[in-house]
């Protein structure tokens, strides 16, 4: 069974850092690309970042660029998410998921597993 669980959310004051990681078990992605969305309540799910299979391409959504960083460990078959200089806009709940395929994708559609995610607050 595919397992993708997310870790790291929290609440965190305006200016913040705080790393999320994404632990997958019952596949190995590492040849597969990986993401990061996330979703307000009311709100569609909307795309974070995407690394591809090597870690050597990665693509961010322009509000969160330059204050993220995705990342990842195929050995330890986990992807991580930086994210420093944190504003409250990016209040949510984070998402993981995983794709078949190696290339990146901001499509929620082309993803085929998601973690159940993990709420981050940034507070003024």
């Known amino acids: 069974q595919v397992q993708l669980v997310e870790s790291g959310g929290g609440l965190v004051q305006a200016g913040g850092s705080l790393r999320l990681s994404c632990a997958a078990s019952g596949r190995t992605f590492s040849n597969d690309a990986m993401g990061w969305f996330r979703q307000i309540p009311g709100k569609e799910r909307e795309f974070v970042a995407s690394?591809?299979?090597?870690?050597?391409?990665?693509y961010y959504a322009g509000s969160v660029k330059g204050r993220f960083t995705i990342s990842r460990d195929n050995v330890k078959n986990t992807v991580y998410l930086q994210m420093n200089s944190l504003k409250r806009e990016d209040t949510a709940v984070y998402y993981c998921?995983?794709?078949?395929?190696?290339?990146?994708?901001?499509?929620?559609?082309?993803?085929?597993?998601w973690g159940q995610g993990t709420q981050v607050t940034v507070s003024s």
């Open positions: 690394i591809n299979w090597s870690g050597t391409d990665t």
């Open positions: 998921a995983a794709k078949f395929g190696s290339w990146i994708s901001s499509m929620s559609g082309e993803y085929k597993y």
